[in-house]
């Protein structure tokens, strides 16, 4: 790819480091535009309502798919997520970079509907890892790390749909080996 891709879409399974990666790169480069995104999932402590999510409730999501707001929605062990439609393609139009953090499903949505967009995957050094990382968070019940890594045995099968994997070992390797692909640095 010849081109500063303008879309850059981050996937992976849950628990593999894709906030804390994302997280990373952005103190240093905040120039990199990242997609708040809509959930009905309750807010983990310390997450900010329009800062990580843009927290809302049934109704409100069944609004904003009905009104199109979303540029693509899925439904992910439970609950749903959603992009919000009209700030990516602002951005876009402006000519910012832009990354989107969302699931498998709406990696396929976007590159169905945005087609020059970069799709990257996130995968965890091996299965046990991920089990670690996700279980060692703290954040979930053990109920739901279960549809979680149930999520994960699909999406890691998935990997091959994208055009490139990366390995979260190290979360300043990978920081980095993001910004190049999305040209950055
Ligand atoms: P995701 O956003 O993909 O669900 P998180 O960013 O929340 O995952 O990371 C899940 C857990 O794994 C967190 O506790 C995080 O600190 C840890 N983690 C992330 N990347 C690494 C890494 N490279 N090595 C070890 N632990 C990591
Ligand atoms: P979490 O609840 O751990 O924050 O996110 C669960 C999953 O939903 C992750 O794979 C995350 O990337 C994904 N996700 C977050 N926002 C969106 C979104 O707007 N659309 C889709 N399809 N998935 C999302």
Do not use: C
Request: hydrophobic share 40%; net charge negative; proline share 5%.
């Amino acid at each position: 790819m010849s081109e500063r891709p303008r879309l850059t879409v981050l996937s992976g399974p849950s628990g593999v480091g894709k906030s804390t990666v994302v997280a990373h790169m952005r103190k240093e480069h905040p120039e990199v535009w990242l997609s708040v995104s809509a959930t009905t999932r309750k807010p983990r402590p310390g997450e900010k309502h329009g800062v990580h999510y843009f927290f809302v409730t049934d109704e409100e999501m069944d609004k904003l798919i009905a009104n199109g707001e979303l540029l693509e929605w899925a439904e992910f062990a439970g609950n749903r997520y959603g992009t919000p439609r009209r700030a990516v393609l602002d951005r876009l139009e402006s000519g910012e970079l832009v990354l989107l953090e969302i699931d498998l499903q709406g990696a396929r949505l976007v590159r169905e509907s945005m087609p020059e967009a970069q799709l990257v995957f996130l995968a965890p050094p091996s299965w046990e890892e991920l089990v670690r990382r996700l279980t060692g968070r703290g954040t979930e019940a053990p109920e739901v790390i279960e549809r979680r890594l149930a999520a994960a045995k699909i999406e890691l099968a998935a990997e091959a749909e994208f055009d490139t994997t990366l390995v979260n070992t190290s979360v300043e390797d990978v920081a980095r080996e993001l910004l190049a692909l999305m040209r950055v640095v």
